[in-house]
């Protein structure tokens, strides 16, 4: 029996940059091991593209764009460093709950290429709903709407370090949602939540101390809304897909930026 070669952090950001997004990262390894690394590095993948979808936004915002422009701008790049794959799976998530067929036949309505009404609707909101919430943030503050991308953006992936952990069975037994689930340990998931807490309490604090209270309650906001559909595709489809984690992530992304907005 041959052993697993031990990995090294490399081997997981490898795999989080060459699965999460569109960044040329060459992944070398794919099995389990590599996979539970990469989901543990997934919130890093998210910083590097909430900083980009920040930098857009300041950038257009310096050229004298205003706030709405900014806003699309800012939401777009994450949908490009992913190529739709996070919006598209909330969308198939979206036509599988809502079809009220059995889990067999609503998993085989995720997998079609088309989109149904239930994801297109689903689709409009979310959109719209992040691309108003960081207007608006992006009026009030431009230190503020930057930093509301990159949380977005963090919290979204690391609601799939959470939704990779042991004991979330895989709906299906192939793709990639059956390559990542239950890899992560639960300890390991809860600390690199705690930790992506912590850096939002400290990068809040910077800009004073109601964002330093706001920030953190916004990422565990995002991850809690982010579990219960989760929970309830779970329940619905016997365990997770790929389409399922881009669900969660747009979820959790969609539900910080609107905390971010709340309270002036």
Known sequence: MTETPPTSSFDGLRFAFGT???????VHRWDRAA???????????????????????????????GPLLSAVASVAVPAALTRGLHLDGLADTADGLGSGQPAEDALRIMKQSDIGPFGVLTLVLVL????????????????????????????????LTLAARAG??????????????????????????????AGAAVTGALLGAADAVRTPLALLAGVVLAELLLRRCVRRFGGVTGDVFGGVAETAATTALVVLTLGG
């Open 168 to 197: 979330v069975p895989a709906a299906r037994p192939e793709g990639l949602g059956a390559a990542v689930a239950g890899v992560v340990p639960v300890p390991g998931a809860f600390a690199v939540g705690a930790g992506c807490a």
């Open 20 to 26: 999460l997004t569109v960044l040329p990262v060459r």
């Open 128 to 159: 719209l709903a992040q691309v108003a919430a960081l207007a608006q943030i992006y009026d009030d503050s431009w230190a503020r709407g930057a930093l509301a991308a990159v949380v977005g953006a963090v919290t979204a992936r690391l609601a």
């Open 35 to 65: 996979a539970r690394g990469g989901m543990l590095g997934a919130p890093v993948a998210g910083l590097v593209v909430g900083a980009g979808s920040a930098g857009l936004g300041l950038l257009l915002l310096l050229l004298g764009a």
